[in-house]
């Protein structure tokens, strides 16, 4: 193995290595390492070192490969596989993100799948758990917690995120993410659990309208569309809220030193996820504007709730436009 370390049931071996090389990488692997399952992290990644994902120790269930990244991805080489890196240290997620602690444990999961891309992620739940730290008992037990329910914790996360469960297999513990609404979901508006959920989150428009205030902008205009967005949201009114968002994002640019949403969401120093959010956010105003304006016709009209953005899009870039260290605030 060269100047690699592999470490199997020995916890403070592994641990002393890792305190000694800080800068170096680390493959999660089976105790017999296999193409199968090889994920690649750095060190530093409080998911291999904080606190054990599955089990009371690191390197019982797992073994650990330790070792410079190159010679690492070469070892997976001769494997027949190659790394996949750690959605938090290495990923999309490599950069602090403003909505942990408001996301809660599955935050990660959700933002993880936010930047893949495809229309279908295949994921072990060991995978998972390398994100959010271990699956609670039921997960592996039954069926319904991989329910597409946005009034579930975890399930809100990939639901916001744009994606649903699109099959779990307990047995082999994989689960298979789809992107857009579930067919379920296609055939009718949110259910009301999710629904009362507020489709704005509460803190990110107070602190909104405190930054337009503190820049010297009339914020009762924007208070306004985001607590009637929030209101026809929860009743099922797919029209007016899709009316109402795509006023609110007319309404934004000035929060963030842009003349227009187009501007904005092109010239704006996005972190490169939520560049991808505000891309789809000026896609969605070209919906809006067929939805509302295409006249009536012998074709029914089956807009309906499921159709509006991901929450997570808007609220993200609301977020933004509170942060007071973008360029309108220098």
């Known amino acids: 193995m060269g100047g690699m370390e592999q470490f199997v049931d020995d916890d403070p071996g592994y641990l002393d290595w890792v305190a000694r090389h800080p800068d170096s990488f680390v493959i999660n692997t089976g105790r ?11 060190t530093r990644c409080g998911t291999i070192t904080g606190r054990p994902a ?98 579930q914790v975890a399930a809100k996360a990939w639901l916001d995120a744009g994606w649903h469960v699109e099959s779990v297999n307990q047995a082999t513990e994989e689960v298979v993410f789809g992107r857009g609404p579930s067919d379920q979901a296609r055939a009718g508006r949110p259910p009301l659990a999710e629904r009362l959920v507020p489709y704005i989150d509460a803190q990110v428009g107070a602190s909104m309208a405190a930054r337009a205030q503190a820049l010297g902008l009339d914020c009762g205009k924007l208070a306004k569309l985001v607590a009637e967005l929030n209101d026809n949201y929860s009743r099922g009114n797919a029209y007016a809220a899709h009316a109402l968002l795509r006023a609110l994002l007319d309404h934004i640019p000035p929060l963030l030193g842009c003349r227009n949403f187009e501007v904005a969401a092109n010239n704006y120093p996005w972190g490169r996820t939520d560049k991808s959010y505000a891309h789809r956010l000026q896609d969605f105003k070209l919906q809006a504007d067929d939805a509302l304006h295409r006249q009536i016709s012998r074709r029914p009209d089956r807009l309906d709730l499921t159709d509006m953005p991901p929450k997570i899009w808007i609220n993200t870039i609301l977020q933004e436009c509170a942060d007071p260290q973008h360029p309108s605030s220098r």
């Open 32 to 42: 017999i390492p296999a193409a199968s399952y090889l994920m690649l992290h750095r």
């Open 54 to 151: 599955r089990g009371t120790t690191f390197t019982g269930d797992y073994a650990k490969v330790c070792g410079e990244r190159q010679e690492l991805e070469a070892f997976a080489g001769q494997l027949g596989g190659q790394p996949q890196p750690c959605g938090l240290c290495l990923g999309p997620l490599a950069r602090p993100s403003r909505r942990a602690s408001a996301d809660g444990k599955y935050g990660p999961l959700g933002d993880y799948l936010a930047g893949c891309a495809g229309s279908r992620v295949r994921m072990t739940f060991p995978q998972i758990e390398e994100l959010v730290g271990s699956l609670p008992e039921s997960a592996h037990r039954h069926r319904a917690w991989w329910g597409n329910n946005g009034g």
